[in-house]
């Protein structure tokens, strides 16, 4: 069943533009800021084609940027018995994917400090033994906090969960 964007209220319409508009801050793109809004506030998995249809944009357009989000961890991508389709939703946690890209990344990052130092003659004390070190430190740095943060994260939303539970407020437990 195709949704449309006049079954979006207005104020969701503007929340999703929004969202849209802050991605586009960043030199990313404004679908695939949609796209997250969208996936943040429909209940259920969605194909390429409700999402096209929601936020009146081609169904390339958002295929190509589903998978930018996709990647980062916002959406997941999933299944429905005896339907061949893909369809999308909202990730139970993004934002400790988010976290745990970083993390990757920086391991990535590091790991090409380590090919440079291993390409530097031994006794070469200058400046590439120097910028290179100072890479790698920064990158073990990074994969230090980014590791704290991840568990500071889930330790928050636990409690959170925990407290919405405890209070019979079920809006902010695990939909998936």
Same mark, same amino acid.
């Not at 070190?133 to 740095?141: A, G, I, K, R, Y």
């Given at each position: 069943?195709?949704?449309?964007?006049?079954?979006?209220?207005?104020?969701?319409?503007? $929340?999703?533009?929004?969202?849209?508009?802050? $991605?586009? &801050?960043?030199?990313?793109?404004?679908?695939?800021?949609?796209?997250?809004? @969208?996936?943040?506030?429909?209940?259920?998995? @969605?194909?390429?084609?409700?999402?096209?249809?929601?936020?009146?944009?081609?169904?390339?357009?958002?295929?190509?940027?589903?998978?930018?989000?996709?990647?980062?961890? $916002?959406?997941?991508?999933?299944?429905?018995?005896?339907?061949?389709?893909?369809?999308? &939703?909202?990730?139970?946690?993004?934002?400790?994917?988010?976290?745990?890209? &970083?993390?990757?990344?920086?391991?990535? $990052?590091?790991?090409?400090?380590?090919?440079? @130092?291993?390409?530097?003659?031994?006794? &070469?004390?200058?400046?590439?033994?120097?910028?290179?070190?100072?890479?790698?430190?920064?990158?073990?740095?990074?994969?230090?906090?980014?590791?704290?943060?991840?568990?500071?994260?889930?330790?928050?939303?636990?409690?959170? @969960?925990?407290?919405?539970?405890?209070?019979?407020?079920?809006?902010?437990?695990?939909?998936?």
């Amino acid at each position: 069943m195709l949704i449309d964007e006049s079954a979006l209220s207005p104020e969701i319409q503007r $929340f999703i533009e929004t969202i849209g508009s802050y $991605f586009t &801050q960043f030199g990313l793109s404004h679908v695939a800021g949609r796209l997250l809004g @969208l996936a943040m506030v429909v209940d259920r998995p @969605l194909t390429l084609d409700d999402m096209a249809s929601a936020l009146s944009v081609s169904r390339a357009s958002v295929s190509t940027n589903i998978r930018m989000i996709k990647a980062v961890g $916002f959406v997941d991508q999933v299944t429905i018995a005896r339907d061949r389709r893909d369809y999308y &939703q909202f990730s139970t946690d993004p934002w400790e994917a988010r976290l745990r890209s &970083q993390i990757v990344t920086a391991e990535m $990052f590091g790991a090409l400090a380590r090919r440079g @130092l291993a390409a530097i003659d031994e006794e &070469q004390d200058g400046f590439a033994r120097a910028h290179l070190e100072d890479m790698l430190d920064f990158c073990e740095f990074m994969i230090e906090e980014e590791r704290e943060k991840v568990r500071r994260w889930r330790e928050r939303r636990a409690n959170r @969960l925990a407290a919405n539970v405890d209070s019979g407020d079920q809006t902010d437990v695990e939909h998936h």
